[in-house]
């Protein structure tokens, strides 16, 4: 089953990578279509977390978030499997850095930084993207797919931007490996922790809730500079993403400060643009 599912998304690849750019909108118009109006890929979630989180918000300006947020994953979807195709230049022009060198004064200490990221906009893109773009090939820490030949593939796919991807498995070996090489740790911090008791409880978006402490964790343990990377949509298929200091003294700041500073600049990112977060997750229960 493995190999099919390999297979076909290998045709996938290649038929995505034939196409123009105002066709492959087309087809992410389609997929939008799909998970939304055919599969309702999780459409009572969506609709309870955007009800919590925007209850004085009138039916019609929820509806057209929860359009926006479809549309957004369509791009998400189409654009994913399209960056295995393209090649760094292309990546690059479409997904711009705004302020790389602001990590330049770390590298030039022989430090590392971590950069945290969550699910908005295109996130498939934008570590990938950032690699390129900044002075030392940046280490992603994900989870990987459950199919391996694929996950095999996406390395290999990053790998060509000069990006290695970590199995969230080893991350406490690779910081120790990588913390004084020069290196950007990507982490995606937004998501619901598995075990609860090692959670730090806020109230994010008015609700409250259970957020992740790996970031701060690792820079507290290895003394590394918080950025938060601003990831926005300048048009379809067009992108740029800024880096943010949250915290350049990890070991002195006081616990749960630094997670407080990630929850609360995503939180006003969404507030600002609500239809480009992930809303399909089940993020509060």
Same mark, same amino acid.
């Given at each position: ?15 995505? !990578? ?48 929860? @359009? ?11 654009? /994913?499997?399209?960056?295995? !195709? ?17 990590? $330049? ?12 990221? !969550? ?26 797919? !459950? ?23 080893? $991350? @406490? ?47 507290? @343990? ?14 379809? /298929?067009?992108? $740029? ?22 929850? @609360? ?21």
């Amino acid at each position: 089953m493995q190999y099919i599912q390999y297979f076909f998304f290998r045709l996938l690849v290649l038929l995505i !990578s034939w196409l123009p750019a105002h066709l492959l909108y087309r087809l992410a118009d389609f997929v939008t279509w799909v998970l939304y109006r055919v599969v309702k890929y999780r459409l009572p979630t969506v609709r309870q977390n955007l009800l919590l989180v925007f209850p004085h918000k009138s039916e019609a300006e929820r509806l057209q978030i929860e @359009q926006g947020f479809y549309k957004n994953l369509g791009d998400v979807f189409v654009e /994913g499997v399209w960056g295995f !195709s393209l090649s760094v230049a292309e990546m690059v022009s479409r997904y711009k850095a705004i302020n790389p060198e602001i990590l $330049t004064p770390y590298f030039e200490q022989g430090r590392s930084v971590i950069v945290a990221g !969550s699910h908005y906009v295109n996130w498939e893109w934008g570590a990938t993207c950032a690699a390129p773009q900044v002075a030392h090939p940046p280490i992603g820490l994900y989870k990987p797919l !459950s199919n391996p030949k694929i996950d095999q593939l996406l390395r290999r796919s990053r790998a060509k931007f000069d990006m290695t991807l970590v199995s969230i498995e080893d $991350t @406490q070996t690779t910081f120790e490996r990588y913390h004084q090489a020069k290196r950007a740790f990507v982490m995606l911090s937004d998501q619901r922790p598995f075990k609860k008791r090692n959670a730090y409880w806020m109230k994010f978006l008015g609700q409250e809730t259970a957020c992740l402490m790996g970031v701060e964790r690792y820079a507290k @343990q290895y003394n590394l500079p918080v950025f938060y990377v601003r990831q926005q949509r300048v048009k379809r /298929g067009y992108y $740029t993403f800024e880096l943010i200091p949250l915290e350049m003294h990890p070991s002195q700041s006081e616990k749960g400060a630094i997670t407080r500073q990630f929850m @609360q600049t995503l939180e006003q990112i969404i507030l600002e643009e609500p239809a480009g977060w992930l809303w399909s997750h089940k993020r509060w229960k």
